[in-house]
Structures are given as C-alpha cells and as structure tokens.
C-alpha cells in the first residue's frame, strides 16, 4: 500500500470524526466529472455514449467547487471523459488544492506533455493514469493503438518534474493473471507511487457487454494474481482489506454514499455506475436515497459488482475500526489458496 502519510492521517482522522458523530452515510472521495468529452472511445465505458448536447456540456469552475464545498469529502477523483479536455481544469484543481483536498486526476496521458506546464508539483495532487493491461491488450481495450506508449512517456515526463504519479487498472474478462502480474512489474519500475485495481463494472450504457467479469471469476482472477505477487513489491493505492475482498477474503456490503458523483447532469443516484436518476443538491442526494434498496443481494444489477468507487469506503472504514485486522493482513499476506 502506498498512501502519503499526510493522507492516510487526514482520511482516519475523518472517519473517525463522522464515527463518533453517528453519522452512517458520510462521503470519501467525492467522484466530480466536469465533462464526458473523451478522445478515446474505449469499450468498456458507458459514458461517452450520450447525445452531442451533453458530450459538449462542462462543469465550470464555480460549480466544480461548490459540488467539492457542499460534499465535504476529503479526496476529489476527478474522471471523465478525458479531464484534460477541459480548458478551466488547472483552475479547478488548484482551488481544490487551496481547499486542501487531495486530488487525483485521472487520464489516459495523450494530453500530458501539452498541458504539464499548467500544472504545478502539490502533496494534494496526484496524476492517475489509465492502463487496463500491456501494450497490445491495453491498445485494444481502448481502440487505438499506440496509448499505451503514449502514457509511459507521460508518466516519465511527470516523474521527472515531481508531480506524485498512480495508475488506474480495469481488468475484464478474458484477463491471464500472469499479464496482469507483468503489467503491475512494469508500472512498479517505472517508479509510480501506487496502484489502484478494478474489476470490471457493468455499466449498462457501455456499447461492448461481453467483456465484464463476474464476481466469482473476479475473485479467482485476483487470487491468482496476488498469488504470483506474493514475493514481488507491489504498491497499491488501496487498503489492504480493499485487496483481501476482491480476493474474496472479506464479506462486505457497498457503501454507494462513499463516493457520491457530481457530473454535467446533477448529483448521480445512487452511484457512480447506476444511473437511476439525477438530483441538484447533494443534500438531497444523501437525503432522499433509498440506499436500502441497492447492493449485492438487493439489486441484480449489483450482484457482480466489486469496484473500489463502492467497496473501497467499507474496507477502509473497517481498518479505521480494526486496526490490528488490517496489520495481521499486511504481515501475512493475503490469503490465495
């Protein structure tokens, strides 16, 4: 796990605040899309399949900081779309950064060598770039040839000038265990702070529907994986409990509230993959879910789902309240026979 010290001290701080508060539903990362505009058109992504009238629509900086002001949550992701699209978006990320939000800017590194000198090197800004597998399976995943080496520029020339750097891995069926190993080799070298892994949502407004893993082939494909992984030094930008679940060590339930989304349509209910509707304010976001009503055994559209954007919350609030648990895990590994 490789999470700065000023973050992890922030976050548990933060849990712990809303725990002795009582408060049940209380945001982590607030998941702000500015824009869907992309210059890719992967296969497994649902978002870029709207009508011209939203793929040309943006967030602008007031709003962008007034949907980070009215959550409250301590990390802003930011997605898209491709962010670096967005002409305003060095603004809207260093007034996120005067706010002391710790932002990760997600991209797929083909804008990065034009737009790096907009940017300035922060404890609180992290540059998180997409790859979904090596050179030929990451190329095919997003159709077009050539990304991934474009992103390996990119996450050296960021290096070099000292911005903080993670990667972004969605695996989806048909994934060997033993690439994926590789990929993580590979990313490792190159000198990245850390890692986050996914597995494949089902977004129900992408073209492509073959290609999502479902959960009992999820925690085989993560078994194996870290079972090659045993010995090797890889770091995740993860709890370690996150990890454990997707080996399908840990029985936990989502927590959909954990990283609410705020796009060019409102406040998404009730997650970042479903789309059951859209709300103004996140007051009535929180307010007015039904948040009975999704999850693993409630909802079928859930039933594979094992993506960070819903468990990651419950896994880092259990190591918040068990402590000891997530350092026995980090000691002895995670469990893959």
């Not at 898209?80 to 305003?88: N, Y």
């Not at 520029?153 to 190993?181: H, Y």
């Not at 594979?304 to 000691?331: F, I, Q, R, S, W």
Request: glycine fraction near 8%; charged fraction near 25%; proline fraction near 6%.
């Amino acid at each position: 796990m490789s999470i700065p010290a000023i973050q992890m001290a922030r976050i548990g701080k933060y849990i712990i605040t809303q725990t002795l508060k009582r408060n049940k539903h209380y945001p982590l990362v607030l998941m702000l899309e500015p824009l869907f505009q992309c210059n890719l058109r992967c296969k497994g992504c649902g978002k870029i399949n709207q009508p011209p009238e939203i793929m040309n629509k943006r967030l602008s900086v007031e709003e962008c900081i007034s949907a980070a002001e009215e959550c409250g949550a301590p990390i802003v992701s930011i997605p898209g779309g491709e962010p670096l699209l967005h002409p305003e978006i060095p603004t809207i990320v260093k007034e996120l950064i005067k706010r002391k939000k710790f932002v990760y800017l997600c991209t797929n590194g083909l804008l990065v060598p034009s737009r790096i000198h907009e940017f300035e090197p922060s404890p609180y800004l992290t540059f998180n770039l997409h790859f979904d597998g090596l050179e030929a399976r990451h190329d095919e995943l997003v159709c077009k040839e050539g990304v991934f080496k474009n992103a390996v520029k990119s996450i050296k020339m960021l290096i070099e000038k000292g911005f903080r750097v993670n990667t972004n891995s969605t695996f989806f069926a048909g994934q060997d265990p033993v690439e994926a190993a590789k990929l993580f080799d590979f990313l490792n070298s190159l000198g990245v702070e850390g890692m986050t892994v996914s597995p494949g949502y089902s977004y129900e407004a992408a073209a492509d529907q073959d290609n999502f893993l479902a959960r009992e082939n999820t925690e085989k494909l993560f078994k194996e994986i870290f079972k090659i992984g045993k010995e090797r030094k890889w770091d995740f930008n993860h709890s370690v409990l996150y990890l454990d679940f997707l080996a399908g060590n840990q029985n936990y339930k989502c927590s959909p509230w954990g990283n609410p989304t705020r796009s060019v349509h409102g406040w998404q209910t009730p997650c970042y993959l479903l789309e059951d509707g859209f709300v103004s304010s996140y007051k009535e976001l929180m307010e007015k879910t039904q948040w009975e009503k999704y999850g693993g055994g409630v909802d079928p559209r859930c039933a594979n789902c094992m993506v960070h954007c819903g468990y990651e919350p419950t896994a880092v609030a259990d190591t918040v309240k068990h402590p000891l648990k997530a350092l026995m895990l980090t000691l002895k590994g995670i469990k893959t026979d």
